[in-house]
């Protein structure tokens, strides 16, 4: 039996400019960090000739190309897995749809496990561009690269997009004691509300590729907001971190009429008047999860848990997809 670990992510600046139609142009940068909350997959060989795909459904099939998940079914045939005797199961922390990037951790973690059950070695910039390659190019997603690889890579780490494709990665440079601080005191709380991230990317991608003036200018300072955030992030200014974060999410709120909407903006301002400097919907917008940087925590927390948001808490992850046991 082979299983995998993915980790989930948030980002602390700079998202949405990952996506190919912004950086195909302009180049793209944020920072992205791996939390200690995982999609795991696990491979067991069957006795027969077969492939059975256990998820939020049941697959039993005789080759690849009849699997009707897409993302489980081109990665088999990326790997030449046509027919086999396999059975893949998935599972996860956090359910899918809550913007904590789920779809590029299960792509991670399933190729990292086929490539393990082939004997295969490959890097973590392989991996991540492999993952990239199902769901932007083979599946035409509407979503950028960073789930991917931050995922496979883990950590606090820098990304640069390359108007090529290329996808750079460096560790934020910051402190021990700061990213435990950090750590310490970005909490998260859950809105109820799910929804697919390239429901709203999709608007994102059709007006970046369209050149829409107000979309690249949005994206131009949503990148420059990444960029003040590494800068504060690496000499320490964190709670100018967490205020920044409230202006990113304002730039945010602007590229689609659903990022948010009348609930989530009023728990963001009750958070606000209660121990917030700055916080942000998670991910593509919509839902999932708001992030807060607390000045006070015992404060925040207690105004969010009085109207009954639920917090969940969590750890930086500094290993990346990994191999749990094989």
Same mark, same amino acid.
């Given at each position: 039996m082979i299983i995998t670990r993915s980790p989930l992510r948030i980002t602390l600046g700079g998202g949405g400019t990952d996506l190919p139609s912004y950086y195909k142009d302009h180049e793209g940068f944020l920072i992205s960090a791996a939390i200690n909350k995982y999609v795991y997959i696990t491979l067991h060989r069957t006795f027969e000739e077969e492939i059975i795909v256990k998820y939020s459904k049941l697959e039993r099939v005789k080759s690849a190309s009849e699997i009707k998940h897409p993302i489980v079914r081109e990665s088999l045939k990326l790997v030449g897995l046509e027919k086999t005797y396999l059975e893949i199961?998935?599972?996860?922390?956090?359910?899918?749809?809550?913007?904590?990037?789920?779809?590029g951790s299960f792509t991670t973690a399933l190729l990292k496990a086929l490539h393990c059950y082939k004997r295969n070695l490959v890097h973590t910039q392989e991996?991540?561009?492999?993952?990239?390659?199902?769901?932007?190019?083979?599946?035409?997603?509407?979503v950028g690269k960073q789930d991917q690889y931050i995922a496979a890579f883990g950590g606090m780490t820098c990304f640069k997009f390359n108007r090529d494709g290329r996808v750079e990665?460096?560790?934020?440079?910051?402190?021990?004691?700061?990213?435990?601080?950090?750590?310490?005191?970005?909490?998260?709380?859950?809105?109820?509300?799910?929804?697919?991230?390239?429901?709203?990317?999709?608007?994102?991608?059709?007006?970046?590729?369209?050149?829409?003036?107000?979309?690249?200018?949005?994206?131009?300072?949503?990148?420059?907001?990444?960029?003040?955030?590494?800068?504060?992030?690496?000499?320490?200014?964190?709670?100018?971190?967490?205020q920044l974060m409230h202006e990113h999410w304002q730039h945010k709120k602007k590229r689609s009429s659903n990022m948010s909407n009348p609930e989530i903006d009023d728990w963001y301002n009750i958070a *606000?008047?209660?121990? /917030?400097?700055?916080? =942000? +919907?998670?991910? &593509?917008?919509?839902?999932?999860? %708001? *992030?807060?940087?607390? /000045?006070?925590?015992? =404060? +925040?927390?207690? &105004?969010?848990?009085?109207?009954? %948001?639920?917090?969940?808490?969590?750890?930086?992850?500094?290993e990346g997809t990994k191999i749990v046991s094989q």
């Amino acid at each position: 039996m082979i299983i995998t670990r993915s980790p989930l992510r948030i980002t602390l600046g700079g998202g949405g400019t990952d996506l190919p139609s912004y950086y195909k142009d302009h180049e793209g940068f944020l920072i992205s960090a791996a939390i200690n909350k995982y999609v795991y997959i696990t491979l067991h060989r069957t006795f027969e000739e077969e492939i059975i795909v256990k998820y939020s459904k049941l697959e039993r099939v005789k080759s690849a190309s009849e699997i009707k998940h897409p993302i489980v079914r081109e990665s088999l045939k990326l790997v030449g897995l046509e027919k086999t005797y396999l059975e893949i199961t998935s599972m996860a922390d956090i359910p899918a749809g809550t913007g904590l990037g789920s779809s590029g951790s299960f792509t991670t973690a399933l190729l990292k496990a086929l490539h393990c059950y082939k004997r295969n070695l490959v890097h973590t910039q392989e991996l991540a561009e492999q993952a990239c390659h199902i769901e932007i190019d083979v599946l035409g997603e509407p979503v950028g690269k960073q789930d991917q690889y931050i995922a496979a890579f883990g950590g606090m780490t820098c990304f640069k997009f390359n108007r090529d494709g290329r996808v750079e990665a460096w560790p934020l440079a910051i402190s021990d004691e700061d990213m435990f601080n950090l750590e310490d005191n970005l909490l998260m709380f859950f809105t109820g509300y799910s929804r697919r991230a390239s429901s709203i990317l999709e608007e994102q991608d059709k007006k970046s590729k369209s050149h829409d003036p107000s979309m690249i200018s949005n994206l131009h300072f949503v990148k420059e907001l990444g960029l003040r955030s590494k800068e504060l992030l690496e000499v320490g200014r964190l709670r100018d971190f967490g205020q920044l974060m409230h202006e990113h999410w304002q730039h945010k709120k602007k590229r689609s009429s659903n990022m948010s909407n009348p609930e989530i903006d009023d728990w963001y301002n009750i958070a *606000m008047a209660n121990g /917030a400097l700055g916080g =942000k +919907l998670i991910g &593509a917008g919509g839902g999932g999860f %708001l *992030m807060f940087f607390a /000045a006070d925590k015992t =404060k +925040l927390r207690h &105004a969010m848990k009085s109207i009954g %948001l639920r917090e969940l808490r969590f750890a930086f992850d500094t290993e990346g997809t990994k191999i749990v046991s094989q």
